[in-house]
Each structure stands twice: as structure tokens, then as C-alpha cells.
């Protein structure tokens, strides 16, 4: 049976391009970044190279970007980096993990921003929280479950004239849609490579030159002093090959998944009844996200897994978890429909074949599931 991938927004597979220039520096460089020997500089060659293709892709320096080992590392950093004792902070009640859980450490006060039934925030909401030992605001630039963008440059100027950091996760969004942090006007930007077809296990985080950032890791002068330890030069490699494959493509592709998005909405809206769309516009292409009743999301995703297709029930950092998902839970879903969604995450693997074949696998499914779901049928 062949199997189709529709979970992009949980982790991408690493592209051809990615692979052929990956495998070499596996095999061939062996030096740490950090020597001074042939070795060692020709590692540190391949790094600083890596650092000015994420650069480009993100509109800043080379050297306002820090290594790390991922999305969730980023954040934390980012956080941790510009906070101190007695500070406020503001974010929003959809954020990702990353930056939620965070939040509960810090021992601060935060102001948790709530999102419309788009899934959009407010700037003037984020205004209105502000105060005067507010040092930081923290806003995801795309949401992981329903793919909406949040208007971080309008957010970002707020911020600046009230003298507040302003970070932003961009882990969903870079590549994904044209991100530039400088014409954004954020200090803190935080992207993860297995997001953009890169291998699991490193990151970047945007640091706007001039800004102090106290570190998490300890140990060696490694990435200006921001993070501690050898750099996973391989990791780097392969994030700067995907960065600059996006940099290039990234629009076009964008465009093509919008139209496989519509595709597979409207085929699964026509086909299947009482389905309908969490989250509005402005949303990220390959994603869409849509609230099945009747049906347990959970039991969704393992029917369409042994019908060979791979999708999500929300964030794959919160897979298991008995609650249902804040995000929707925050747009003003009830528990039941929220714990009845499915997220469908496209990207450069599926083709119009694989959401025809999706759609009728959807539509075979929930006809199944409800003859089993007393409630459903008692509803209709």
C-alpha cells in the first residue's frame, strides 16, 4: 500500500537537495568548527556559508543568526535570553509549547492576549496589555494548527515605540510565506530546519545586532558567546541548502499549495456533511484544519493511517494529551468540536492524485465512523 504524507506543519522530509549536500559534509568534514587546523576551517567555512543562506532567506546578517538545535531551543532562548526578575510579558493564548511552557517558568507575570474566532490577534488587544516593567512580546508569525498569520510587523511597531523586545516564532512561517526581520521590525525570530526540509535537530534564532542576550548552555565561546557548545555543522549545512532552495522556489511552491489547500477543502466539504473550517484568513497555504462532527479527531487519524494517509488531530508536541487543543479552544470551539478537528499540512511531496485519493479516504472514513457514533446519528 503506498503511503501519502499530509503532516507537514510536524516535520518535513528532508528534499533531494538537502540530501546530496548533507551526506558529503557527514562523510567529509570531520573538524570542528572551533580549530584552527586545514580541518577545523574547512568546517568553519561550511558554517559561516550555512549562516548567510538561513541570512538571506530571512532578510539580516549573517551574524545576527545563532545555531541551535531547533524550534523549541530558539524559543527558549529568545525568552529566557532578554527576561529578567520582575518583568512583565505579553503573548497570546495560541502560541506554540515552545514559547507557552516557557512562560509558566519564567516566576514573572504574563498577559496572555486572546485571538478572535480567526485565530487572528488584535494588535490594539496587544497595546492595551502593555506596561510600564513590560520587556518583552512574544507572537508566533504563523499558528501550527490553523495556519493563520498574525500581523507581526504592526505588532513589532508597537512594541518598538514603547521601547519592548519583540520576539516572534517563526518556525511555520519561514519559507513559507516571505519573511524579511528587518522590514518586520522584530529583535528575537526563532526557525527550526525540519520545518523547511532540513534534518531534525538544528535551528536558528535571529538576533538584531546590538542586542544583548544572556545565554542558556555554558561552556565554550561557540556562536558569539549566545550558545555554548560545537555546532552541528552537518545540521547547518542542510538548514542553509533548504533555506536557499526556499529562497528561490519558496513562492512558487507557495502557490501551488494553495491550490492543492483549496482542492482538498472543497472536495471534503462537498463530500463529507457537517464538516467545517477552524481558523479564517489570513492564512499559510498548505494548511487547513476542519472540525469533523461527530467524530473523535484521534479516531480519524488512525482510520486514515491504515488507509495509508499521515495527518494530525493538532501540534504533534501535544500528541496524547486528554485535553483538547488550546488553539482551538481559544478561537471559541467547544471541547467536543475541538476534539473532533483534524489538521491537514501539505507540502512539496503531494501532488493533486494524492488529495483526490485523500478526499475519498476522508469521505470513507467518516461514513464509517458514524455508524459507530451513537451521538452523531442521534444529531442527524
Avoid at 516571505?178 to 538544528?202: C, E, F, I, Q, R
Avoid at 544572556?214 to 552537518?234: I, K, S, W
Amino acid at each position: 500500500m503506498n503511503r501519502f504524507y499530509f503532516d507537514h506543519n510536524a516535520s518535513t522530509p528532508v528534499s533531494q537537495e538537502v540530501l546530496e549536500v548533507l551526506v558529503p559534509v557527514l562523510l567529509e568534514v570531520h573538524g570542528n568548527a572551533s580549530s584552527i587546523h586545514q580541518d577545523g576551517q574547512i568546517a568553519r567555512h561550511r558554517l559561516e556559508s550555512a549562516r548567510r543562506q538561513v541570512g538571506d532567506l530571512l532578510g539580516c546578517q549573517a551574524k545576527e543568526l545563532v545555531f541551535v538545535s531547533g524550534g523549541t531551543e530558539a524559543d527558549n532562548l529568545a525568552i529566557f535570553g532578554a527576561i529578567g526578575d520582575g518583568c512583565h510579558l505579553i503573548t497570546t493564548a495560541i502560541e506554540h509549547p515552545a514559547v507557552l511552557n516557557v512562560c509558566a517558568q519564567l516566576g514573572i507575570e504574563v498577559t496572555y492576549v486572546r485571538v478572535g474566532s480567526g485565530g487572528v490577534v488584535d494588535p490594539d488587544d496587544i497595546r492595551r496589555a502593555i506596561r510600564p516593567t513590560t520587556r518583552l512580546i512574544s507572537v508566533m508569525h504563523v499558528n501550527n494548527e490553523i495556519g493563520t498569520i498574525q500581523p507581526i510587523a504592526e505588532i513589532a511597531k508597537i512594541a518598538k515605540e514603547a521601547g519592548i523586545l519583540m520576539h516572534s516564532d517563526g518556525v511555520q512561517a519561514a519559507g513559507r510565506i516571505p519573511v524579511n526581520v528587518t522590514a518586520l521590525g522584530v529583535d528575537l525570530y526563532s526557525v527550526s530546519g525540519h520545518k523547511m526540509y532540513a534534518p531534525k535537530g538544528v535551528g536558528a534564532l535571529y538576533v538584531r545586532k546590538g542586542l544583548k542576550l544572556n545565554p542558556l548552555l555554558y561552556g565554550g565561546r561557540h556562536e558569539q558567546q549566545r550558545r555554548a557548545g560545537t555546532e552541528n555543522v552537518p545540521g547547518a549545512v542542510a538548514m542553509g541548502a533548504a533555506a536557499s532552495w526556499l529562497a528561490e522556489h519558496g513562492e512558487s511552491e507557495a502557490i501551488r499549495l494553495a491550490g492543492l489547500r483549496d482542492r482538498l477543502e472543497q472536495g471534503i466539504l462537498e463530500r463529507v456533511p457537517s464538516v467545517s473550517v477552524n481558523g479564517g484568513a489570513p492564512r499559510i497555504s498548505g494548511t487547513t484544519n476542519l472540525c469533523c462532527e461527530g467524530i473523535e479527531g484521534e479516531s480519524m487519524v488512525i482510520a486514515l493511517d491504515l488507509r495509508g494517509f499521515a495527518v494530525s488531530s493538532g501540534s504533534a508536541c501535544s500528541s496524547g494529551a486528554v485535553e483538547p487543543s488550546h488553539v482551538l479552544m481559544a478561537i471559541g470551539l467547544t471541547r467536543d468540536r475541538a476534539k473532533s478537528s483534524l489538521r491537514f499540512s501539505l507540502g512539496r511531496t503531494n501532488t493533486e492524485e494524492q488529495v483526490d485519493a485523500l478526499i475519498d479516504a476522508v469521505a470513507a472514513s467518516a461514513t464509517h465512523l458514524r455508524k459507530l457514533s451513537p451521538e452523531y446519528v442521534a444529531h442527524v
